[in-house]
Nanobody, 123 residues
Framework: QAQLEESGGGLVQAGGSLRLSCAASGPTFSSSDMAWFRQAPEEEREFVASITWRGDSTVYADAVKGRFTISRDNAKNTLYLQMNSLKPEDAALYYC????????????????WGQGTQVTISS
């Protein structure tokens, strides 16, 4: 069973950058497609970006395309999300997750969620 732990969140000014990490334990990380989701208060969990297990294909939400980059290091069992040009609307609790179902963008296709890391943007 996989366990995920996100880190790297914090308070940053609009226009700034943050790099999130997701440390995974368990045997499935290196063979699993992964994704980042985010959830703001009173909002639904929202797809941010995904990456295949080989790291050779990525998908991004339109809202973050060109600003965020998802990557992974299978040797370190770690998933990353580099976030640049941050906007106030990027503020949320960010989660990493392992994909178990067919849909890349639906949170319902994902199992093994971390506890999340908070990103706060000051304008």
């Amino acid at each position: 069973q996989a366990q995920l732990e996100e880190s790297g969140g914090g308070l940053v000014q609009a226009g700034g950058s943050l790099r999130l990490s997701c440390a995974a334990s368990g045997p499935t990380f290196s063979s699993s497609d992964m994704a980042w989701f985010r959830q703001a208060p009173e909002e639904e969990r929202e797809f941010v970006a995904s990456i295949t297990w080989r790291g050779d294909s990525t998908v991004y939400a339109d809202a973050v395309k060109g600003r965020f980059t998802i990557s992974r290091d299978n040797a370190k069992n770690t998933l990353y999300l580099q976030m640049n040009s941050l906007k106030p609307e990027d503020a949320a609790l960010y989660y990493c997750a392992v994909r178990k179902g067919p849909s890349v963008r639906s949170w319902r296709s994902y199992g093994y969620w971390g506890q999340g890391t908070q990103v706060t943007i000051s304008s």
